[in-house]
């Protein structure tokens, strides 16, 4: 009987750690957001889907840790080799559904970041228009200030207040 591998053994558990790892990071992540009253509720709920990827993300992780501990021995036991590839076969195909939804978890985190930004950038916009505004009243330089402020709404868009 030829000995196991530990090589595989060694990557196994060692996945095993690090899924096992990262769902208790996730945990105590989303323990620590539900105590902050001040989220927002898009924000509450984009952690908690975050949490929900992440988690899966962590227990395929967990899954291919266990198939390669597991895979040392059925190589050793298998009856025919098809049972071997058929075994590997779904090791990469859930290698692939964890490469997807990671790729997921990045495409989801900066589209929502992307949002939260833009809106940064349109307040910031907006505090130095009222900024200078303000400054040119100071100085005498501006007219009343209910003629002379355009509007900048949500999307970005400027329109004067003149019509």
């Known amino acids: 009987m030829p000995a196991v591998d530990s090589i595989g053994q060694i990557v196994g558990l060692s996945l095993l750690l690090l899924g096992g790892g990262m769902m208790w990071l996730q945990k105590a992540t989303w323990e620590r957001a539900e105590r902050n009253a001040r989220l927002a509720a898009a ?3 984009f952690l908690r889907r975050k949490l929900r990827r992440r988690n899966l993300v962590g227990m395929i992780i967990v899954g291919l ?3 390669f501990v ?3 021995y059925i ?3 298998a009856i025919s080799a098809w049972w071997l590839i058929g075994y590997w076969f779904l090791a990469g195909l859930a290698c692939l559904w964890l490469t997807l939804l990671a790729g997921a978890d990045m495409l989801a985190a900066w589209h929502f970041y992307g949002k939260q930004r833009d809106r ?3 307040e910031e916009l907006k505090l130095r228009y009222q900024a200078r505004m303000a400054e040119k009243r100071a100085q005498g330089e501006g007219d009343s200030p209910a003629t002379d402020q355009p509007t900048i709404d ?3 868009s400027s329109a004067s207040s003149e019509r």
């Open 65 to 67: 840790g266990v198939m």
């Open 75 to 77: 190589e050793i036991l």
């Open 43 to 45: 924000e509450r709920d």
């Open 120 to 122: 940064v950038q349109l």
């Open 70 to 72: 597991a895979g040392a």
């Open 154 to 156: 949500d999307n970005g």
